[in-house]
C-alpha cells in the first residue's frame, strides 16, 4: 500500500503543478496586459514621456492597487478629447466673432446693410465705380480696385461740414443730414 499512495500522492502533485503553473501564467499576462494598458493610456492621454513610463513603472511595481493608484491620478481627458473640445471652442469663438454687429448700439446687422435701423449708424459705404458695399476704413475697392479717396468724396466732406456749424450742441445734429445735401 505505501506503493499505492506514493503513486497517487505523485499524480496529484504533477497536477497540482500543472494548475499552479497555469494560474501563473495567467497572473503574469494579466500583470504585464495592465502593464501595457496603463502605458498605452496614458500615453492617449499626455504627451510626457516620463508622466507615461513613471505611470506604467507604478503598475508593474505595485500590480493591482498600482493600477487603483493610476486610475485615480490619470489626467481626465485624452488628448484626442482636448483637441476636440479646443475645436468647439474656436468653432464658437469665431461664430461670435464672425457676426456682424452695429459700432453704434451694439444690435446685431446684416453684411447687405448700409446703415443701422436701430440706431441709424453708417455701417458701409458703397463703391464709386462699382457700386459694392465696402467698410468704412477701407481707402481702395477690393472688387474693381478704384481708390476712394477722390476728389468728389472730398468736396462732399467740404460741403456737409458748414452744415454742422449751425448746432451747438453735436446731440442736436439730425441722423440724416448726410442724405440732405
Not at 499524480?11 to 497555469?22: R, Y
Not at 446684416?110 to 477701407?138: M, N, S, V
Request: proline share 5%; charged share 25%; net charge negative.
Amino acid at each position: 500500500m505505501p506503493f499505492g499512495i506514493s503513486l497517487d500522492l505523485q499524480q496529484m502533485s504533477g497536477a497540482l503543478i500543472a494548475i499552479v503553473s497555469i494560474l501563473a501564467a495567467i497572473a503574469t499576462a494579466l500583470w504585464i496586459s495592465l502593464i501595457i494598458w496603463t502605458f498605452r493610456d496614458m500615453r492617449a492621454r499626455s504627451r510626457d514621456v516620463f508622466a507615461q513610463v513613471l505611470a506604467a513603472l507604478v503598475v508593474a511595481v505595485l500590480n493591482i492597487p498600482g493600477l487603483l493608484v493610476y486610475l485615480i491620478l490619470r489626467p481626465r481627458e485624452t488628448l484626442t478629447e482636448q483637441y476636440e473640445r479646443a475645436l468647439e471652442e474656436e468653432a464658437l469663438l469665431q461664430e461670435i466673432e464672425g457676426r456682424s454687429v452695429c459700432a453704434g448700439c451694439g444690435h446685431a446687422v446684416k453684411d447687405a446693410w448700409r446703415l443701422c435701423p436701430f440706431c441709424h449708424t453708417k455701417l458701409k459705404k458703397p463703391c464709386l465705380q462699382c457700386g459694392e458695399l465696402l467698410e468704412l476704413p477701407w481707402t481702395i475697392c477690393p472688387f474693381c480696385e478704384q481708390t476712394q479717396v477722390d476728389e468728389t468724396a472730398q468736396a462732399h466732406r467740404t460741403r456737409v461740414a458748414p452744415e454742422y456749424d449751425r448746432f451747438e450742441d453735436a446731440s442736436e445734429v439730425p441722423l440724416a443730414l448726410d442724405d440732405e445735401v
